[in-house]
């Protein structure tokens, strides 16, 4: 990872073209030959491979770079990314551990061209299916619970609950707040 100062955490998030290889140097990360389809198809791949290798929670390529990669877990990280990069998301592909309805509705909000999950609600297939969004993932759950496995995912309320993915981002924008002062756009 990049050097981020004394106060830089493992966990936070990694954006650019290089990943941390497990020495700790970077690699640069191959560019594709441009073509629309094969570009989605190995940006999954590549997305889906770097979740599994790096043990990251959560990455985003595009064009054959990484734009995003976090070891978080929750809706927060990528709920970060699709604000504070906006169209620098479109037609790029997620890889995920967990996705449930929110973070569904996030990727068709951010215009993602393809999901990869370890672990889906049903609900998450669902929106993704009805909008033609490819996805993928190796296990389906009838929804995603809360941390202490009691009840449902609060996330997965504010998703039932929205009348649109441009709704849920709005709403999820008063529950996480404004960009850190450090302007990456993180929440709070």
Known sequence: MKDRG??????????????PDTAGSST?????DGSAMSSSMEDGELARSLLEKERWNLVV????LIVLSSRDSGVAPFFGAVRSMAESLHNAAVADR???SAVAMLCLHARIASVYAVTASQGALDILRSRRVPVTCTA???????RAGTDLCP???????????????SVLESV????DDDGNGLPR
């Open 6 to 19: 004394p106060d830089s955490s493992p966990d936070e998030l990694y954006r650019g073209s290089r990943r």
């Open 28 to 32: 640069e990360i191959p560019v594709n």
């Open 61 to 64: 390529v595009r064009d054959g």
């Open 98 to 100: 967990v996705v449930g």
């Open 140 to 146: 389906v759950v009838p929804y995603i619970s809360n």
């Open 155 to 169: 996330f997965e309320k504010l998703a039932r609950d929205a009348e649109s993915p441009a709704r849920l981002f």
């Open 176 to 179: 996480f707040g404004g960009p």
